[in-house]
């Protein structure tokens, strides 16, 4: 069996399990599931996962530079602390970027990819690698130039929305109904004491997903049968930004983190 | 005195409407339509009670709710056979049924499923509330449209906006009122 089939089948039974007996706090969980995974595996998906980003980062793109060459924010090549200081607006492109998009900007721009050319799994990969320079670190968002203010707005007014067939909306359940549970785990407060934007990016355990933040803002709306945003689009850019502003000062436990 | 307190009145109607009908500026959903054509379609299609319940993050000042609360009642329309309570067993196929309506996750009751407590329980609805019309009534109208009672509720509207139809809905009610229906000779999951 290679090792994702492995984790799968380890991951589903260690669900399993924790479902056999009965409800438990699932942070606690996650870091139980951890723990076990480490145990029996010896390395976890998600350090594999950063290896993988690790040997994309250093790889040589059409126009022979590596990813080295770009800028995250603060100065070229400078990782540390870099992905906790996005979204931020960039003068280069003059648009805001967070950690996915400014992946696809240096693999563009920089590297000389084709758009085509560039796979989703190794955007994801780069950012588990570039975000675990900054575990430990402070998450510090701004808002100075009119392009963070504007997104800002945009997505503090998509996080208090109704829409659809459904009258979707994210507040309506992570700020009214925090802790209390549809389905199996309570709602996060997402804004508040659960500081949900720095859990991402993650590898989730009882999916065998690695996903970032965009990630999982889709598969928000989709799992409550509401239409999903694209990838790498502005509303979810904005819905980035106006969580991060939210969690600013929240210091980031584990990036790449380990999560349900 | 009377067209004095009308005024006022005249002057704030339109600018609620106003504001009901641009929760987004032209330039937002502009913003919005990067996300792809299905996703933006819903914002741009945004209804004006769901704009005005975004507006007041699902709190409408007291002054608003009268109209509102008239508006929502007239959405709600009822099965042309006039019974409020239809099937229980296919009632029972929509309320546990996630794609369809998904009542359990958040309503505690269901024998089927593990309910959620989002919303109240439902635990033996039936032999708690009886099934006087008025009970009948008032439990087809919640499922019909929620908004009628509790303004801006995260229960979705399944009549108003379509989710089901009014006989689904009557089967509904029968799975929750009717004695015989498992709702209420079964336990519910995780009863104690």
């Known amino acids: ?260 | 005195m009377k067209l004095k307190k009308l005024f006022p009145i005249l002057l704030a109607t339109p600018l609620v409407v106003a504001l009901a009908q641009s929760y987004f500026t032209p330039s937002e959903l502009e913003a919005i339509k990067t996300g792809g054509k299905a996703y933006a379609e819903v914002f741009l299609n945004q209804r004006p009670d769901q704009a005005l319940c975004s507006f007041h993050r699902n709190r409408l000042p007291a002054d608003l709710l009268p109209q509102f609360l008239e508006e929502q009642r007239a959405l709600i329309k009822y099965p042309a056979s006039g019974k409020l309570m239809g099937d229980w067993k296919k009632g029972g196929a929509i309320f546990n049924n996630l794609q369809k309506a998904n009542c359990f996750s958040c309503h505690f009751g269901s024998p089927v499923h593990l309910g959620g407590d989002v919303g109240p329980s439902l635990e033996k609805y039936g032999l708690k509330r009886g099934q006087s019309e008025a009970i009948q009534r008032y439990t087809y109208e919640v499922i019909y449209n929620a908004w009628a009672y509790f303004p801006c509720t995260v229960m979705y509207r399944f009549g108003a906006l379509g989710g089901l139809t009014p006989e689904e809905i009557a089967d509904v009610v029968a799975y929750l009122l009717d004695p015989e229906s498992e709702f209420n000779t079964k336990p519910a999951v995780g009863s104690k």
């Open chain 1, 1 to 260: 069996m290679s090792p994702r089939v492995w984790w799968k089948v380890a991951a589903l039974f260690l669900l399993a399990l924790a479902l056999a007996q009965g409800e438990v706090d699932p942070r606690e969980e996650a870091k139980r599931q951890k723990q076990l995974l480490l145990e029996t595996a010896g390395i976890l998906p998600t350090e594999l996962i950063v290896e993988q980003g690790k040997e994309l980062f250093n790889r040589k793109g059409p126009s022979g530079k590596t990813m080295a060459e770009c800028d995250f924010g603060l100065g070229k090549g400078v990782l540390e602390g870099a992905a906790a200081r996005l979204p931020r607006y960039f003068l280069d492109t003059g648009k805001v970027e967070d950690l996915d998009g400014r992946i696809l900007t240096c693999m563009t721009r920089v590297q000389g990819f084709r758009p085509d050319q560039i796979r989703r799994q190794e955007v994801v990969a780069v950012a588990f690698y570039i975000a675990s320079f900054s575990t430990g670190k402070p998450i510090q968002v701004r808002l100075l130039f009119p392009q963070e203010r504007e997104l800002y707005t945009l997505g503090e007014k998509l996080f208090y929305a109704r829409s659809g067939a459904r009258d979707i909306g994210c507040a309506t359940c992570h700020v009214t109904y925090v802790g209390r549970r549809a389905g199996v785990l309570p709602y996060a407060d997402v804004l508040g004491r659960d500081k949900s934007w720095t859990h991402w990016p993650a590898y989730r355990y009882s999916n065998d997903q690695i996903w970032t933040m965009q990630d999982r803002i889709r598969a928000c709306y989709g799992n409550i049968g509401h239409p999903q945003p694209n990838l790498y689009s502005l509303p979810i850019l904005a819905l980035e930004l106006f969580m991060a502003y939210q969690n600013n000062g929240a210091v980031v436990e584990e990036w790449p983190a380990f999560v349900r």
